[in-house]
């Protein structure tokens, strides 16, 4: 059982950054692709970016492409979401999730472990 556990949201002004951290508790996490997700009030969970096993391949939506970047850090078990230029519609519950493919994808279903999540609230 992989436990995954996000943390750097909070409040920010829009313009802002924020850099979250998706911590994993398992001792091959090098072979997980990552997905990060995120859920407003109201809405379906919906993809944000992704990263393979090894950080050579990523895809983020529309949405956030040029604005936010994901890596990873595998020595320590840490995949990272630099969000810059963050706007009011980027507000959402944050979570991180992992499939023990290399590959990544972006739907939610193709992901086996997930993490509690991190509020990212952006002032306008």
């Known amino acids: 059982q992989v436990q995954l556990v996000e943390s750097g949201g909070g409040l920010v002004q829009a313009g802002g950054s924020l850099r979250l951290s998706c911590a994993a508790s398992?001792?091959?996490?090098?072979?997980?692709?990552v997905g990060w997700f995120r859920q407003a009030p109201g809405l379906e969970r919906e993809f944000v970016a992704a990263?393979?096993?090894?950080?050579?391949?990523?895809a983020y939506a529309d949405s956030v492409k040029g604005r936010f970047t994901i890596s990873r850090d595998n020595a320590k078990k840490t995949v990272f979401l630099q969000m810059n230029k963050l706007k009011p519609e980027d507000t959402a519950v944050y979570y991180c999730?992992?499939?023990?493919?290399?590959?990544?994808?972006?739907?939610?279903?193709?992901?086996?472990?997930w993490g509690q999540g991190t509020q990212v609230t952006v002032s306008s």
């Open positions: 999730a992992a499939r023990p493919r290399g590959a990544y994808t972006v739907s939610t279903s193709d992901y086996d472990y």
């Open positions: 398992e001792r091959t996490f090098s072979v997980y692709a």
């Open positions: 990263i393979n096993w090894n950080g050579y391949s990523t």
